[in-house]
Structures are given as C-alpha cells and as structure tokens.
C-alpha cells in the first residue's frame, strides 16, 4: 500500500511537472490539471475500501512523473550539448570557395 | 610541456574529460547556422484541448482537430491517454520536437497501424525477442559483473516465471542460442493474445526499446518501476560507467531517452487496456470488420 506520504509527494511532483508545461501560472487551467486533481482526491477518499487501486494508481502516478521528468531532462540535455545542427549545403559550398549551380525554380 | 594550444589549453582539456562538456565551447562559433536550418517547425498553436465525441476522445490545436502522420482523424479511446497527448503539446515550447513526445507517436502508430500489421504479427514480432532476451545472456568475466546480473536479474527472472509459467533461457556461453521453448511460446502468445490491438502496439515499442520482453512484462505487470526496468536493461553499461565515469551527453541522454519511451510505453498499454467497451471496427486485419474489446 503506497504511504499518503508518498502519494502526496507523488502529487506536488506531478504538479510541478505541469507547471513547468504551462508557464506563466496558466497550468490550473491545463486539461490535465483537474484530472489529475480528481484522481489523486477520489484515491485518497475510497483508500479504505478498495485494496487494488492505490496500490496500481501509486504505480502509474509514478510513472507518469517518470515520464515527463525523462523527457524534461533528455530535452534539457539534448538542447544543451545538441550544437548547431547541420550546415546547409550552400554553407558548405562556401568554405571551399564554391557556390551552387543556378537552377530554374 | 607541448606547445600552448591557446583557448584549449591542457586544464581545459583535463575539465573536458571530467565532464564530457566539450560542446559546450564549441556551441557558440557552431550556432550562427541554425537560422539557416529551417526543419524545424514553430509552435503554431496557442493551447490543446480535449473534446469527446462517440465514445473516442479527441485532440483540438485551438480549434483544428489534430490529425495523425497520414491525415486520420487523431482519436483515442481513453481520457488520461488523451490529457496526456494535450498536454505533451501543450508542453511544446517555440518549436515543435515530435521526436520527444512519445505518447503522440504511439497513438499515431495505432491509429494509422502504416505497416498494416495484424495481432498476428505484432505477436510474433514481440515474442521473437524473448529468443535473444537482454536478461538471457550472462557473462562471467568479469566476475564483478557476473555477480551484478545474478544479483539484479536472478530475482525478476523467478518472478516472470512463476507470474506466466514460463522457462526463461538463460546462456552464459556463446553457443548456438537455442529456439524458444513451445510450452513458453504457447503461453506468452495467449498472453499477448488477452490484451487490446493498441496494447500491442505499446507492448511492441516497448521490446523494441529494451530488447527485452522479459523486462516488459515485469514493468507491465507492475512488478518492477520504469526507472528499475531501464536499469536493468543498461547494467553493463552501468557497470562500464563505475569503472570508467559518465559521459554526461552520452550516458544520460541515453538513460533519459530509455526512461521516457518505456514509461510512455507503459502508460499506453495500460491507458488502451482500461476502457472496457467492445466496438466494431475493422482494424488490423485484412477482412472487412472485426470486433475487438478495446
């Protein structure tokens, strides 16, 4: 059984996430937002009686967090180590001296 | 002392192998020609929404719908699944990077199915990994490593076994690998066979990224968390990593891309399992309609 702990730290996790999707604190009206909201509200009402779903919805809360986390960081990372891209091929033509044939477009 | 090789100078060069940030100075003359590289395309909306109409939830870019790589209407039958595409591109910053929003590819893939693929193949194509399974292979030099892959994979190999009733091969010698035992064959594809067309799609992304059915069915079966289960996939990289240090844009790229696919992935499956309704549709076979219990 997920602690409430984990399940509250699980939460304000997600909610960073969104907030850093939607900047500007516009991500209270992110589809997402209620969603998410009501899950995490209705697990914490019926934890008593249901035994399986907090188990599961700790499970793809987590999840989820790992996922927009990974692609945060592999963005983060990506942006930063990715340098200019490729040159074009006038570019490249240029660094020998060359230019591109005329073509009739 | 070699000659002074002026900005980069051998302080530079000890820093660089410490933390693999050569890039970043070379970043700065690199740039001028990004404006000359236009294949990326801005962000052209303002916000994504969801709408629901005949059962399917769909994707609106302001007020377009959104449509998939080959022009079908982007409908999905599940709604975290389709809060979760909207809020991947909600997500978008001044461009538009489809190459991390795995959950919109995934959806794409289903809904166009552009490879025509039937359950039948998507089966066979999944449990053909279980042939050269990640976890199959032991090495025992060196021993450090052989004890890690016993230690780390001994226990999820037990569970996956007992879980479906399966023998795992497992080869800790280069020899000719062995065909897949039929008693496991026949009970994996009567597993695959319980789960929804869109679940195959995501079962099938997901082995093609760990090349590993066994890691699969541990995260899908909630046995393992994503993070455990790309651990697991790397642990002789990881190994590597102890030994010999991380390359940051190299190692954590990697690990990053890993854990947003196999999450992704596990998310859709689930998502494409839960809704329990039964439509008819023809999809993923040849003949005109079939029905499916999406």
């Excluded at chain 2, 002026?6 to 940030?21: D, E």
């Excluded at chain 2, 496991?184 to 594809?189: C, R």
């Excluded at chain 2, 995501?202 to 699969?216: D, F, P, Q, R, W």
Aim: hydrophobic fraction near 40%; glycine fraction near 4%; charged fraction near 25%.
């Amino acid at each position: 059984m997920a602690a409430p702990r984990e399940m509250m730290s699980l939460y304000r996790n997600i909610l960073r996430e969104l907030r850093l999707a939607y900047p500007n604190g516009k991500y209270k009206e992110a589809p997402a937002y209620r969603y998410v909201k009501k899950q995490f509200r209705d697990n914490k009402r019926t934890s008593e009686q249901l035994c399986r779903s907090p188990i599961e919805m700790a499970h793809y809360a987590r999840t989820y967090l790992c996922y927009m986390q990974s692609v945060e960081k592999h963005r983060e990372l990506h942006d930063h180590y990715k340098g200019g891209g490729e040159r074009t091929v006038e570019s490249t033509a240029n660094l020998v001296g060359l230019g591109l044939p005329k073509t009739n477009h | 002392m070699a000659a002074p090789l002026g900005r980069f100078s051998v302080n530079f060069l000890s820093n660089h192998i410490v933390s693999g940030s050569i890039l970043r100075y070379t970043c700065p003359i690199v740039n001028i020609f990004k404006r000359f590289n236009s294949r990326e395309t801005k962000k052209f909306f303002k916000n994504a929404t969801i709408t629901q109409s005949d059962g399917w939830y769909e994707v609106n870019l302001d007020q377009r719908k959104l449509r998939t790589p080959n022009g079908n209407l982007f409908r999905v039958p599940n709604e975290a699944l389709a809060l979760a595409v909207a809020t991947e591109w909600n997500a978008q910053k001044k461009f538009i990077n489809r190459n991390i929003m795995h959950l919109t590819s995934l959806c794409n893939t289903a809904v166009d199915n552009p490879m025509h693929l039937t359950r039948g193949v998507l089966i066979k194509s999944i449990l053909h990994f279980m042939e050269t399974d990640t976890v199959s292979f032991f090495i025992k030099e060196p021993p450090e490593l052989y004890k890690m892959q016993k230690d780390h994979w001994g226990s999820l190999i037990e569970m996956v076994e007992e879980r479906y009733d399966i023998e795992v091969p497992v080869m800790e010698e280069l020899a000719a690998i062995p065909d897949l035992n039929p008693a496991t064959a026949e009970k994996l594809a009567k597993f695959l066979q319980s789960q929804s067309d869109w679940a195959l799609f995501g079962y099938n992304y997901a082995v093609e990224t760990i090349k590993s059915l066994v890691l699969t069915l541990g995260l899908m079966d909630k046995m393992i968390t994503v993070e455990r289960c790309v651990k697991l996939s790397r642990l002789e990289v990881d190994f590597q990593i102890e030994r010999w240090g991380n390359v940051e844009w190299y190692h954590d790229i990697d690990l990053y891309d890993l854990q947003s696919r196999m999450s992704a992935a596990a998310l859709f499956v689930h998502w494409s399992n839960e809704t329990v309704k039964i439509k008819r549709k023809s999809m993923l076979s040849s003949t005109s309609s079939s029905s499916y219990v999406v």
